[in-house]
Nanobody, 115 residues
Framework: QRQLVESGGGSVQPGGSLTLSCVAS????????MAWFRQAPGQERVRVAATDSGDSTVYADSVKGRFTISKDRAKNTLYLQMNSLTPEDTAMYYC?????????WGQGTQVTVSS
């Protein structure tokens, strides 16, 4: 059964760091592009980082230089290392697998940045 299970969210002070993980069962990183999206209250979901099957990466301007997307093929796990967090990074973060225009979503993990 294919599923995406995120973990690693939580509460952190401004300037802190968190690493999100997504175990992508049944999704081959050699085939699927993977991404992290986030959705803040009252706002639309936006993509913050993505990586394709060739390991190319792309970042939203708002997180460039602070966030790093990576994957461990042996563990079939996607990561999002988040540094220098600000209150504007507060959101539900989703792991997404994409192929041929289809998107498959995890259940999300909450990140709250507050002093």
């Amino acid at each position: 059964q294919r599923q995406l299970v995120e973990s690693g969210g939580g509460s952190v002070q401004p300037g802190g760091s968190l690493t999100l993980s997504c175990v992508a069962s049944g999704y081959s990183f050699s085939t699927y592009s993977m991404a992290w999206f986030r959705q803040a209250p009252g706002q639309e979901r936006v993509r913050v980082a993505a990586t394709d099957s060739g390991d190319s990466t792309v970042y939203a301007d708002s997180v460039k230089g602070r966030f790093t997307i990576s994957k461990d093929r042996a563990k079939n796990t996607l990561y999002l290392q988040m540094n220098s967090l600000t209150p504007e990074d507060t959101a539900m973060y989703y792991c997404v697998a994409q192929l041929y225009g289809m998107s498959y979503w995890g259940q999300g993990t909450q990140v709250t940045v507050s002093s």
